[in-house]
């Protein structure tokens, strides 16, 4: 796979651009050890947790956790990311820093739950540790950001690079509030990269190749997090016509067997081998086994919409049911519209991979995104980012797409603004945020021509003035964090409630002209 995507030669060009690459991940890099003592949500207890149950408990009982410790952190990802906890936790390395004390045993040790709302009291050495793992999981996404931008143009797009690794919203996520976005987000972008190289290659056998191996780490990346669920459909579609096709036959859809197994055996074996050794080593039944992990993957009792409500439909849905008595509504139905809205994404990605078009074959897997954040059930906030990860490769190419990904953008991350709730992190995100968008908007207007004109009515559905989103944006962003929550009384939940309605009423006006857009102009 690497050797396919033939990152670029490494001629001066080349040396001078991974110099520069490896500046900016230093200086990137230094930032974000700078904010190690920053504030920490209860994801940092539970991907703690995930590594001390790899570490201590026998692997048929990782997704029995519960019953060896009063906790509840339950591992509920796939076993994929349960094997990452292990790797992180089981190696050389940790065993030579607990050996000289530089991190102390406790914080992998299994610890019960303390008091609602408070989180578990560990030593700075485990914070840095836990911290670090984050920045290490970050190779990952740069080697996955370079590869794509190698591809997604005829030279090395900058601007998609820049675009990726410097996004605001996974430094917020990752590196403050705490997660492993940016690791498994590089994983999909190598899979995208190979899905692009595979059309600008005039040899079948290496096209061929890189198709099987963009399937091969879409799959590995399910068994790390079941979020990426909502492209299955998607990527079955593309390459059923893009791979599954007899090479030779001309551009007419001429099915192949044998090449429909290969892709099969290759998907499946990757999606069990995490799974294997949990079911042979496990005392419990293979059944009871596989009942146990999909209810701790999906819990739907949890409700249709998340405590804090992702910028979606059902935030207006939710917003509603304060008011009038409403219907509830139920996985199976959501699935079902889900899986209607998303219908239009599978017509594009097919044309996408008949005529092998890279920028179509974006664009349909952002529209593919787009209706799983805003019809899924119990979506977070954070899935805005398998929408704009794809919409990023496409919108930054030219003048035309630029105004789409902007405003997605602007939207999309202003609903990530209240996880990080505590007023020291306010700076952080101001300034992150404002730079990010001004930086962006400024390159758009030095180096593409100037906005398509548009009259009449099509003048207000294609093009909204980034003067207005910015005026919203920041009337929203005070409402947030500059007035006090208990200047709004017993109306406390209003600002979170707002936020989510201006953010969902922001992104479904965007999509909705891209969709437009599409059918008129793209």
């Known amino acids: 796979m690497s050797a396919a995507l033939s990152l670029s030669p490494i001629n001066n060009e080349g040396r001078n651009r991974l110099r520069i690459v490896f500046w900016v991940f230093l200086i990137c890099t230094s930032c974000k050890v700078l904010l190690f003592p920053s504030y920490r949500s209860t994801d940092f207890d539970v991907h703690r947790h995930w590594k001390s149950l790899t570490r201590h408990l026998p692997v048929g009982e990782w997704y029995w956790d519960d019953q060896y410790v009063d906790t509840r952190h339950t591992l509920d990802y796939p076993p994929g990311f349960a094997w ?23 914080c992998f040790a299994l610890m019960s739950d303390p008091k609602e709302g408070l989180l578990q009291r560990v030593s700075i050495s485990c914070i840095a540790f836990m911290r670090s793992t984050v920045i290490v999981g970050d190779l990952v996404f740069w080697v996955g950001a370079y590869a794509v931008a190698n591809v997604v143009a005829s030279t090395f797009s900058w601007p998609t ?26 994983v999909w972008l190598l899979s995208i990269a190979g899905l692009l190289r595979a059309n600008t290659t005039d040899h079948e056998h290496i096209a061929s190749n890189l198709l099987l191996g963009a399937a091969n780490l879409y799959s590995l990346l399910l068994t790390m997090k079941h979020l990426y669920l909502m492209f299955a459909p998607w990527y079955a579609v593309y390459l059923f016509r893009r791979y599954c096709h007899s090479p030779g036959k001309g551009p007419s859809f001429v099915f192949s067997f044998p090449r429909f197994v290969i892709l099969g055996s290759i998907t499946v074996t990757t999606l069990l081998i995490p799974l294997i050794p949990m079911t042979t080593s496990s005392v419990h039944p293979v059944k009871e086994m596989m009942q146990q992990i999909h209810l701790r993957l999906f819990p739907f009792d949890r409700g249709l919409v998340h405590d804090y409500w992702a910028g979606n439909l059902w935030a207006f849905y939710a917003a509603a049911s304060k008011i009038v008595p409403l219907p509830e509504v139920t996985p199976k139905l959501t699935a079902l519209l889900l899986l209607l809205c998303q219908s239009p994404s599978y017509w594009y990605c097919w044309k996408a991979a008949a005529s092998r078009d890279n920028s179509l074959l974006l664009l ?17 906030e954070k899935a805005i980012l398998n929408v704009l990860v794809p919409l990023t490769l496409w919108g930054v190419q ?12 602007a939207w999309g991350t202003m609903g990530l603004v209240p996880l990080l709730y505590e007023p020291r992190e306010l700076l952080l995100k101001g300034t992150t945020l404002t730079c990010y968008l001004c930086a962006s908007y400024g390159y758009h207007k030095t180096h593409h021509r100037a906005e398509p004109s548009y009259s009449g009515h099509r003048k207000w559905i294609m093009y909204v003035p980034y003067q207005f989103h910015g005026f919203l944006l920041a ?4 409402l947030v964090d500059l007035i006090p929550i208990h200047a709004f009384g017993r109306f406390e939940f209003a600002p979170l409630a707002l936020t989510s309605l201006f953010c969902a009423f922001g992104l479904a006006i965007s999509f909705i002209r891209l969709l437009y857009a599409l059918e008129t102009d793209l």
Request: hydrophobic fraction near 50%.
């Open 475 to 478: 009337a929203v962003w005070i």
């Open 84 to 106: 990452l906890e292990y790797a992180w936790t089981n190696n050389y390395v940790v065993s030579t820093l607990l050996k000289r004390g530089w991190v102390d045993e406790e």
């Open 398 to 409: 030219g003048s035309g797409q630029f105004v789409f990904w902007w405003e997605c953008t």
């Open 161 to 186: 690079f820049l675009g990726l690794v410097l996004y605001p919203g996974l430094l917020w996520l990752d590196h403050v509030h705490f997660q492993y976005n940016a690791l498994m987000i590089g």
């Open 364 to 380: 349909s897997m952002s529209l593919c995104g787009a209706a799983s954040f805003f019809l899924s059930y119990h979506v977070h």
